[in-house]
């Protein structure tokens, strides 16, 4: 099975996306790592979406998406791979540790086993092995870490590129899967490492994006994605939800 590691990033994630390749390099050397490029706009969708199609044309048959903030585990790359395996038509998720500030060094990267604390909301399998994800549990996936087959990425048609700027098009993604009867699988071992970087809760500087994605979403779907940040929005008086939608204060 020939695979290869995605993901996409903008110049201000470069020194992360070098931390991410060394990871790489020294855990599973000769992967394939194919970067795609955020244009102007934004837009999360279609650069995933590209960066997908460079790497069927080379010949991929499993895409590894990873978030440019992580750094693969010693065994995420082998234990996607071994799941593939088994389990052809699934998609894959592996856990997530997000860790805290590195120290003047930077993140070792012989020590992040030791960091190992996966997010609590996802499930985290033992190493080697595997849980079939539920029916609700599509609303955990998380577009940081997954893998998929080429034709279960075919069959998806991608993400959707009437998504723009931050937020909502991975939970569209999993309801599209969701929708034509593929499987969540949740890897366990598959382990990958959130490089720290500064964030705002809820994030303002996005709301924009999340007010018109969330809208978005729900035209399609009839349910709100990302209501915490909506609420929490509100709290702070900048939008308010009347007669059926969430609107901008």
Request: aromatic residues 12%; charged residues 20%.
């Amino acid at each position: 099975m020939k695979y290869a590691v995605l993901t996409i990033a903008d110049d201000n994630r470069q020194a992360h996306v070098d931390r991410q390749l060394a990871g790489l390099n020294k855990w599973a050397p000769g992967t394939p790592h194919y970067r795609g490029h955020l244009g102007a706009d934004h837009n999360l969708s279609r650069a995933r979406n590209q960066v997908a199609q460079t790497a069927l044309d080379n010949g991929a048959e499993l895409l590894i998406f990873l978030d440019a903030d992580c750094i693969p585990g010693p065994s995420l790359v082998s234990h996607y791979v071994d799941a593939a395996h088994h389990w052809p038509g699934d998609v894959l998720c592996g856990p997530v540790t997000y860790l805290d500030a590195p120290g003047t060094s930077g993140y070792e990267l012989e020590e992040l086993e030791a960091l190992t604390n996966p997010h609590p909301a996802r499930p985290n399998p033992p190493a080697g092995q595997t849980r079939c994800g539920t029916d609700e549990e599509w609303n955990l996936f998380w577009s940081l870490s997954f893998a998929l087959s080429a034709q279960t990425w075919r069959d998806s048609g991608g993400f959707d590129e009437g998504y723009f700027g931050y937020g909502g098009e991975d939970t569209d993604f999993a309801y599209r899967l969701r929708a034509q009867g593929e499987t969540l699988r949740w890897v366990g071992g598959a382990h990958a490492y959130h490089q720290w970087h500064p964030v705002s809760s809820p994030p303002v500087e996005h709301l924009g994006d999340i007010l018109a994605n969330a809208t978005r979403f729900h035209s399609i779907w009839g349910t709100w994605p990302m209501e915490g940040w909506l609420t929490a929005f509100a709290e702070l008086g900048l939008v308010e939800y009347r007669d059926g939608a969430w609107v901008r204060l």
